[in-house]
């Protein structure tokens, strides 16, 4: 809306004074800023509502796992679950305010953001009104994550029109860029739905996702505001892809609406994000690292998601093949409860992880 408001400036003559004061919101960095706010204080205020509308509609909450820690079923009974709505729509407001409503690549993410939503809404809808922690059949749900995967990376590959677009580019040397054509589309597709169900599965205690979303979404706002600007990109030696500055706006969005759902989700959370956030946000995180060519540095800027999914594919195998457990329990965080930490220790700690992750992948800009 305020990208409108400086081109109507433009073409209204006689508003000079006007023109010079909207002119600050050119700068993708003032509407960053502004996309941080808008996206926290709308879901600082109106979570209350959200909450109470949830707990209201949802009667008994999420239902608990039982094969989960027997001390969730006691401390975490009755929360109401969907809090990833109070995300979605400070997101899709903060970004629809700041950023230019003419990028295509803005589109793009929030489609994939938004059609990732509705699947975890659906889970989420299932779980509530059949009180079951099973949701719908998680084939059909890889099968739709994935048709919308495809969808956006075959978009993405038709807009970006050269080599690069379909191209994987490494992150630690220069110039070494691997050309994969058309598979590209399945390349890119894999990253994006990885992403989510890796969040998906971080997302079991309070607080612990989305604060690794928000130092995974901080660190993609600095990589995707670098990458567009041509100056920056030539001067750390990576690839400069044009347009996607207006990503670093939603990035914003992201950081800041996420720190407003914090605020209501942080330990004893009054409301969880369930499949609705943690879905949308970690497709969002996939497709964003797969636009501005940093697929291979995501598995270091959301360095617990990997680990969390890692150790829930390393202790199935392992049971399947041996018949044996490596953990206690995964996804690994609940490994450590049983341990005897505290749950808000392991949330610290591993936020406290996810911190040195995204710096070190932010380190790499200059290993080249």
Same mark, same amino acid.
């Given at each position: 809306? &305020?990208?409108?408001?400086? $081109?109507?400036?433009?073409?209204?003559?006689?508003?000079?004074?006007?023109?010079?004061?909207?002119?600050?919101?050119?700068?993708?960095?003032? +509407?960053?800023?502004?996309?941080?706010?808008?996206?926290?204080?709308?879901?600082?205020?109106?979570?209350?509502?959200?909450?109470?509308?949830?707990?209201?509609?949802?009667?008994?909450?999420?239902?608990?796992?039982?094969?989960?820690?027997?001390?969730?079923?006691? /401390?975490?009974?009755?929360?109401?679950?969907?809090?990833?709505?109070?995300?979605? /729509?400070?997101?899709?407001?903060?970004?629809?305010?700041?950023?230019?409503?003419?990028?295509?690549?803005?589109?793009?993410?929030?489609?994939?953001?938004?059609?990732?939503?509705?699947?975890?809404?659906?889970?989420?809808?299932?779980?509530?009104?059949?009180?079951?922690?099973?949701?719908?059949?998680?084939?059909?749900?890889?099968?739709?994550?994935?048709?919308?995967?495809?969808?956006?990376?075959?978009?993405?590959?038709?807009?970006?029109?050269?080599?690069? #677009?379909?191209?994987?580019?490494?992150?630690?040397?220069?110039?070494?860029?691997? #050309?994969?054509?058309?598979?590209?589309?399945?390349?890119?597709?894999?990253?994006?739905?990885?992403?989510?169900?890796?969040?998906?599965?971080?997302?079991?205690?309070?607080?612990?996702?989305?604060?690794?979303?928000?130092?995974?979404?901080?660190?993609?706002?600095?990589?995707?505001?670098?990458?567009? %600007?041509?100056?920056? #990109?030539?001067?750390?030696?990576?690839?400069?892809?044009?347009?996607?500055?207006?990503?670093?706006? &939603?990035?914003?969005?992201?950081?800041?609406?996420?720190?407003?759902?914090?605020?209501? %989700?942080?330990?004893?959370?009054?409301?969880?994000?369930?499949?609705?956030? /943690?879905?949308?946000?970690?497709?969002?995180?996939?497709?964003?690292?797969?636009?501005?060519?940093? $697929?291979?540095?995501?598995?270091?800027?959301?360095?617990?998601?990997?680990?969390?999914?890692?150790?829930?594919?390393?202790?199935?195998?392992?049971?399947?093949? +041996?018949?044996?457990?490596?953990?206690?329990?995964?996804?690994?965080?609940?490994?450590? $409860?049983?341990?005897?930490?505290? $749950?808000?220790?392991?949330?610290?700690?591993?936020?406290?992880?996810?911190?040195?992750?995204?710096?070190?992948?932010?380190?790499?800009?200059?290993?080249?």
């Amino acid at each position: 809306m &305020f990208y409108w408001l400086i $081109e109507l400036s433009n073409t209204v003559p006689g508003f000079g004074a006007l023109r010079t004061f909207l002119n600050v919101f050119r700068y993708i960095t003032f +509407r960053t800023g502004g996309a941080v706010v808008t996206g926290a204080l709308f879901v600082f205020l109106f979570g209350p509502w959200i909450i109470d509308h949830l707990r209201i509609r949802q009667g008994k909450g999420q239902p608990i796992r039982a094969d989960g820690p027997q001390s969730h079923l006691i /401390s975490k009974k009755g929360t109401p679950t969907m809090g990833g709505l109070m995300i979605l /729509s400070g997101l899709v407001v903060s970004t629809l305010l700041w950023a230019n409503p003419l990028n295509p690549y803005v589109w793009i993410v929030l489609a994939v953001t938004l059609g990732f939503g509705f699947v975890g809404f659906y889970d989420d809808y299932l779980k509530v009104t059949q009180q079951s922690h099973s949701g719908f059949a998680g084939r059909i749900r890889l099968v739709i994550e994935a048709l919308i995967a495809l969808a956006a990376c075959y978009a993405l590959v038709r807009l970006g029109r050269d080599q690069l #677009s379909s191209a994987l580019v490494i992150p630690f040397f220069k110039d070494v860029v691997i #050309s994969f054509g058309w598979f590209f589309v399945l390349f890119g597709a894999f990253i994006i739905v990885g992403a989510g169900n890796a969040v998906n599965l971080t997302d079991g205690l309070d607080g612990l996702a989305i604060g690794c979303t928000v130092i995974a979404a901080g660190a993609l706002t600095v990589l995707t505001y670098v990458s567009s %600007n041509a100056r920056w #990109s030539t001067y750390l030696d990576i690839q400069y892809i044009p347009r996607v500055g207006e990503l670093t706006v &939603f990035c914003g969005a992201l950081v800041g609406a996420s720190l407003g759902f914090l605020w209501y %989700n942080a330990h004893p959370a009054e409301v969880f994000m369930g499949d609705v956030g /943690s879905l949308s946000l970690g497709g969002t995180l996939g497709v964003i690292a797969v636009i501005i060519k940093q $697929e291979i540095l995501l598995f270091f800027v959301g360095g617990i998601f990997v680990v969390e999914a890692l150790s829930v594919i390393l202790q199935v195998g392992s049971f399947k093949l +041996r018949g044996k457990r490596i953990f206690r329990m995964a996804p690994i965080h609940h490994h450590f $409860e049983l341990l005897g930490w505290s $749950e808000s220790k392991v949330i610290v700690r591993f936020w406290i992880m996810a911190l040195v992750f995204a710096l070190f992948a932010l380190t790499t800009l200059k290993l080249r």
